[in-house]
């Protein structure tokens, strides 16, 4: 027990202390998109789920893999904040309030968003292109998923999480939550697992982008590599 808390606190202590930090500093007030999103998310569920309100949110924020990609890509940012109907409304709540809320405060609203969005996007897109491979290939989906509904914040939460565990370095986080989607994978293979497949993809490609950005801001544009220290502005 000591050595997994040990092991926790060497993870997440330091994020701990900011994420504390700034919400007893500035309270509610360090989380206002997070907390716009619960609020979006709870109308969209609340709308939904009224006779009146289904189709409404269905044309603005649903994706289907039949759809043209053009009417898919402009609803895809919505889609983020529509929760799925077959699952529990508290469950994204919860979700988006806890990991969409540590990211706001330790990368600020507009990269958090931007990440949502891109693993999103790359699980939208994932879902078309494993559709055409057809269920033959390892990647591949059946022509049946086309017409499932791909809603809700699980693919952008999961891959904010993985984006804030390379960011701090809590690697034993971030390999224990990519083998369960592993694991949520073997045993359900479904579009959804695909699509959590897809995003943890997306992320290691984000990650790597911004580890080549930061090591050439480092280098100061030259003598990397070659011993030679870099050039000081």
Known sequence: MRTLARRARAEWGPLFALVRGALSTRGPGAVPMTLSAV???SVLQFTQN???GFGFVQSIGSVRAEE???LALLRTPLSLFVPALDLPV?????QILFVFGIAEICLGWWRTLVIAYAVTLAGTLYARAAIDMGPGHPLGLPATDSVV???GPSAAVIGLALFLCWRHRAYLTSGVLTSAMAVELMVKENLAGKEHIAAIAAVVMLCGLSELRQGRRSCGGLGCGSGLP????
């Open 230 to 233: 870099p050039i000081q502005s």
């Open 39 to 41: 609020c979006l998310t």
């Open 149 to 151: 509904v791909d809603t």
């Open 68 to 70: 043209p990609l053009r």
């Open 90 to 94: 508290w469950g994204a709540l919860l």
């Open 50 to 52: 009224q006779s009146w």
